[in-house]
């Protein structure tokens, strides 16, 4: 079931809540991110999910 959670800060996309997968990250400063600009801005954000 999606459940939208707000809209992306750089792309303005709705993203969603999947079931309880949310289709983004969730910053630091509390701003939404997508998953597809998050990807692309991986590199700028120290992150250790591997
Ligand atoms: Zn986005």
Do not use: N
């Not at 997968?21 to 991110?33: K, M, N, S, Y």
Request: some cysteine; hydrophobic content about 25%.
């Amino acid at each position: 079931m999606l459940e939208p959670v707000g809209v992306c800060v750089d792309c303005g996309k709705t993203v969603y809540c999947d079931g309880g997968f949310l289709g983004g990250v969730i910053l630091e400063d509390h701003t939404l991110r997508c998953s597809d600009c998050h990807h692309e801005r991986k590199e700028t954000i120290s992150e250790s999910t591997t």
